[in-house]
């Protein structure tokens, strides 16, 4: 039954944002590259995707960025409010000197066009593209990476990328490897016990006509709602996040209407009423995982969700794979694949370097999108600290921005006024 | 068995800080004042006392300044600190632009010192003191104030004030005048379930020199350590105020010296070692009260913690009283004493323009002070927000303190970046 594919020097495993990206990437640098789904079909579930420019900066490297712009939206403003009162808290200019200092633009965009972007840049770059295909396994053979296949089939590779997402298959094999001594790493998601709804609604002349050009921000306690434009101004996208009492209680019925509906009944009347544009049909559990610094087993690696899954309220997650990327495609270049051709001796250093240049910053990330998102929920004294805090930020203060936005080099101050631990910091936050 | 006394103008009940004040006001108006205290002597218990430039400016009017200055201590700076990891969050320089525009300066003083002070210019001034009375009762007739004592003796006077304290006996009558149809006020003292052990000792050359010269507060998760020097600096002055679990569980015999140490177990070594410095023989209960608007039952008024008991994270107790027998003296020179002799009949109209004019604002310090108590012991996010917050103000910033320790009239921002409601305020904080 088992039957040994063509050989190819890069499988990617993941047909999501990550693995196109990776597969672009690589693809981008002359390997000879064979992209795999489990799904019968690409494509890509839920809403908008936020992408700040550390993201765009790599569509604008891949001559990408012209085509989201077609279809995408760039905000003006970034504007954060409590909930509670509607009281704007603090904001961000994106356009003009954000844009000048980040090199790139803050683009809103339908998940399912930024997926359809990549994909047809991985169709004309010629990235070999197949659905229905499941891999369970990974193993490494004389400097060669063997991937087993549920249907038995087997693919041989120089290297493979495990970009199988937030409930990877893959990881199992790169974090029983990191494993030290007795201790077992206990690397299963971690529930934040949140729900979020999601819904697109076209605009129209009854549409509230507030912020409509602004990705908004409402802060309320357990509980936010965002609100941006896509499609050219056409549609109005919504996201509601609320802590789910039956989630956390376990439940294998959770996150209903009634605890929608409950969870902001103390808002003002704008978030309530933007309730409505909500798609009541799915809730998403909102999941990350805790950062691990080995992303490696032999020559599979992973990147994207499957090395780095995290929650959302950084907007980070498409963004981080595409910078995840950008550096794989730094790493392989002029190494991996020099003017003379393939030097394949070269993988194992390659991909050490990518991880190496990554785990860091991403485990950054994970961490501050946590403790940023605890910073959005939160009542009584908290509220009125993190209020205060943000209101006395003014637009175009970057101290909160640069580490995440900026370009590298960029001189981003390594200490400041917020050279406090950074597993403790809010550095790098939307305010 | 009952004795009328001679009667006087003025009958003051409660020879603590306000009762003194108030005293020494209405005397400096010409009025004959009698003051009684339960205790058979004066004096006054505690360690150290903050008098901010509002309380510094009316010893000034007193001619009582430079008295406080000769014993007292103008401490450089008043800086807070994270108690876990002894980082400064922000400093306020309390000399030059500080001193300034608040027109007195920041003077740290023994309580017992500051209650001799107004004792002895009581005696001057030709208040008549008297101990070992307990008023037990006031009631007013045909515009006259008796004042019934526990041994049966009835004073008479124009008017009693009320200053004996936060246990206030002359204050049930006052709140039961402002009791509303059936609903039943209550006006209990309000536990915070925080205890205080508190310590002078003799600054040696053993004594860390550290902030010595400064007011210094750490802050940590439930609980908080103050230190600054005394008596021209020759004594340190410690209190350490944090969350008893027995007293919240309503334990008799709470908050004892394990509590004490558990409590700092996380915080820095200077915090630990400054705990040697208190006397654990005496642990204060943490009290306040709900404001309320009336204070008059009448022709008795209260004052100082028998009006507005409050928590002493701003430091504003004593200045408060200080405070309140400023406004009484305003409100009575003029009017009840005018050139012509006391005018009985103004009184009414005094009092309730003292009232008038304190009650909202001893209302705000009340409930800020709770407050900003609060965001002093938070961990968590909340922590991070806190000192995010406080490092994010620069030394020299007014904004927080404008309000509370600004002259009148001195243009105080009537809103601003601090334009919140007022319970929800930090406003005023030491921040």
């Known amino acids: 039954m088992s039957e040994r594919k063509p050989s190819t020097e890069v499988l990617v495993v993941g047909g999501g944002m990550a693995g196109l990206a990776g597969a672009l990437a690589l693809r981008a640098n002359g390997a000879e590259v064979t992209l795999v789904e489990r799904a019968p079909e690409f494509g890509e579930v839920g809403a908008g995707l936020q992408m700040a420019p550390n993201a765009s900066r790599v569509l604008k490297r891949w001559g990408l960025l012209e085509k989201a712009l077609e279809i995408g939206v760039r905000p003006k403003h970034l504007v954060f409010r409590d909930a509670l009162t509607g009281e704007e808290l603090t904001r961000q200019t994106l356009g003009g000197e954000f844009e000048e200092r980040y090199g790139a633009p803050y683009v809103?965009?339908?998940?399912?066009?930024?997926?359809?972007?990549l994909l047809e840049a991985c169709q004309e770059a010629g990235v070999r593209l197949v659905n229905d295909v499941v891999v369970e396994k990974v193993e490494t053979v004389n400097a060669r990476a063997l991937a087993h296949t549920s249907s038995g089939d087997v693919y041989a590779a120089d290297v493979v990328i495990g970009a199988d997402g937030l409930k990877s298959t893959l990881r199992a094999?790169?974090?029983?490897?990191?494993?030290?001594?007795?201790?077992?790493?206990?690397?299963?998601?971690?529930?934040?016990?949140?729900?979020?709804?999601?819904?697109?609604v076209p605009i129209t002349a009854e549409t509230p006509a507030a912020d409509l050009e602004d990705v908004v921000v409402y802060l309320g306690p357990d509980c936010h709602l965002v609100q941006y434009p896509l499609r050219k101004g056409e549609l109005l996208n919504t996201v509601a996040v609320f802590k789910s009492p039956s989630f956390e209680r376990g439940e294998e019925q959770y996150g209903g209407v009634d605890e929608l509906e409950a969870a902001y009944k103390d808002c003002v009347p704008a978030v309530q009423l933007a309730l409505r544009n909500l798609a009541t049909s799915i809730r998403w559990p909102m999941y990350d995982r805790d950062p691990i610094e080995n992303w490696i087993d032999g020559?599979?690696?992973?990147?994207?969700?499957?090395?780095?899954?995290?929650?959302?309220?950084?907007?980070?997650?498409?963004?981080?794979?595409?910078?995840?990327?950008?550096?794989?495609?730094?790493?392989?270049?002029?190494?991996?694949?020099?003017?003379?051709?393939?030097?394949?001796?070269a993988w194992d250093r390659a991909i050490g370097d990518f991880n190496s240049a990554r785990a860091a910053r991403t485990a950054r990330v994970q961490r501050t999108a946590r403790i940023w998102g605890e910073s959005w929920h939160v009542s009584g004294v908290a509220r009125i600290l993190r209020n205060l805090l943000f209101?006395?930020?003014?637009?175009?203060?970057?101290?909160?921005?640069?580490?995440?936005?900026?370009?590298?080099?960029?001189?981003?101050?390594?200490?400041?006024?917020?050279?406090?631990?950074?597993?403790?910091?809010?550095?790098?936050?939307?305010?």
């Open 173 to 200: 094999a790169v974090v029983q490897d990191s494993r030290v001594q007795d201790r077992t790493i206990q690397d299963s998601p971690v529930s934040s016990s949140y729900v979020a709804y999601r819904g697109t």
């Open 108 to 117: 809103v965009i339908h998940r399912s066009d930024l997926h359809r972007i």
């Open 299 to 345: 020559r599979l690696v992973l990147m994207g969700d499957a090395a780095h899954p995290m929650l959302q309220y950084l907007a980070q997650g498409a963004c981080q794979a595409l910078e995840d990327a950008a550096v794989l495609q730094d790493s392989t270049v002029g190494s991996v694949f020099t003017d003379d051709g393939v030097d394949t001796g």
């Open 391 to 431: 209101k006395s930020r003014k637009d175009g203060d970057f101290q909160y921005n640069d580490w995440l936005y900026g370009q590298e080099g960029d001189g981003v101050p390594a200490a400041g006024p917020l050279a406090v631990p950074r597993t403790e910091s809010l550095a790098g936050t939307h305010a």
